[in-house]
Structure formats: structure tokens, C-alpha cells
């Protein structure tokens, strides 16, 4: 496969050991200074998290993230639902419900955190009446899992988040179909979901997207 002989993409084998030089110099090139300052931090997070459970990781990943701003895909990139990479959202300090879930996953991914028991999930936010997307986690699989969220920034199990309805969910491997709180029913690979193959096609930092508003 194309993407693991690239040393740009630098999440196609999430044990990959990333360039951090080439990835500051090409955020500071693109997006600023301050990008790479957020760059800084972020292989920060990731040095310092490697040693930790699974859990403590979840934690610190979530309120790395959850740290920067939300913006609509319209308002920053000019486009309806656009998939930043986490390059892109860390480059720009911001995006929306994808983002977020995106740049968590890929980040524990580094952190050697089990793709198996990680979920992007589409869920239906009730208090705000409109799709949205979160991060799952599940300690065994069929465990109540954890949801990781820029919403309400605090790690709960699926069952304390009744805001939420799953509708599907999805990692590097398969997708599933969600009935209730658990993981779902398995509805084949995730390379159905056309944004998603797009996605990993740009995660390293040659394909880097210019927003239509800077933020800073």
C-alpha cells in the first residue's frame, strides 16, 4: 500500500515513529508560528503519554484536544463537511465534532492505545437536535464504552451520555451499525465511507489544506 512507504503520511502504521522536525517546520511554514508551538505540544502529549494505562491516555489526549477552538467546516474551509486531517486541525487550532474525534483517535493510534477498541462514532446529539461525532473507547468488546467529546468535555460511560443517540461508528478496519449503546452491528469495511478513504490519503503534511478564515 502506497500510504506506508511515504514517510509524509505519517499515520499509516500508527507505530510509525513520526518526524517531528519535518512535521513543526512544514504547520510553521503553512499555517505560523503558533502552529508550531501547537505542533510542540502535541509530540509533547505524545512523549509523555506513552507510558501511561490506556485510560490516563484517553484523558490526556481528550483535554489536549478539547482545548482548541470549534468552528463550522463552512465558516473555516469553505465546504459543508470537510474531514480535516489532525495536521490540519492542529495547524489551524480548530474545527468541528470530526475534527476533534479525528485528531483523538489518530493521536492514541501514536499512543499505541488498540485500534480494535477504538470507535469513531456518528451519534445524534438530542439537546442540540443535530448530527455529531464523537470518539468511543472500549476497554473489552462488549463493554459499555467511554466517550471522549468536545462537547461535554468529561470522560463518561455511553450509558451517562443519554444526550447522545449512536447512529453509525467506525476505525482503520470495519464499520458498524449502531442500535443502541453498544458497538453495533458489523456492516462491513470502513473504506464505504467515501470522506474517510479521502482522509487517510491526507494525513501526512504535503497535502496540507489552506482555511478560508485564519483564526490568529
Known amino acids: 500500500m502506497a500510504l506506508a512507504l511515504l514517510v509524509s503520511c505519517l499515520f499509516a502504521a500508527p507505530t510509525q515513529q513520526l518526524n517531528k522536525q519535518q512535521v513543526v517546520s512544514a504547520l510553521s511554514k503553512r499555517y505560523g508560528e503558533r502552529a508550531a508551538l501547537r505542533a510542540n505540544a502535541w509530540f ?103 466517550v471522549l467529546d468536545n462537547l461535554d468535555k468529561a470522560i463518561k460511560p455511553a450509558t451517562q451520555r443519554r444526550d447522545l443517540l449512536p447512529v453509525y461508528s467506525f476505525n482503520g478496519k470495519q464499520l458498524w451499525l449502531n442500535k443502541e449503546k453498544g458497538r453495533g452491528v458489523l456492516a462491513g469495511s470502513s473504506s464505504r465511507l467515501e470522506k474517510w478513504t479521502d482522509l487517510k490519503l491526507r494525513l501526512g503534511v504535503d497535502r496540507l489544506r489552506q482555511p478560508k478564515l485564519k483564526m490568529e
Open 44 to 146: 509533547n502529549i505524545i512523549d509523555e503519554a506513552q507510558q501511561l494505562s490506556d485510560i490516563d491516555k484517553l484523558n490526556k489526549v481528550n483535554n489536549f484536544f478539547n482545548l482548541f477552538r470549534f468552528i463550522d467546516d463552512k465558516i473555516l474551509w469553505g465546504d459543508s463537511n470537510y474531514w480535516a486531517s489532525p495536521m490540519e486541525f492542529i495547524g489551524v487550532n480548530g474545527g468541528d465534532c470530526e475534527d476533534f474525534s479525528i485528531a483523538k483517535y489518530f493521536t492514541l493510534l501514536q499512543l499505541g492505545v488498540n485500534e480494535d477498541k477504538l470507535r469513531i462514532t456518528m451519534v445524534k446529539a438530542t439537546t442540540l437536535n443535530q448530527y455529531h461525532m464523537v470518539l468511543a473507547y472500549y476497554e473489552q468488546p462488549n463493554a459499555i464504552p467511554l
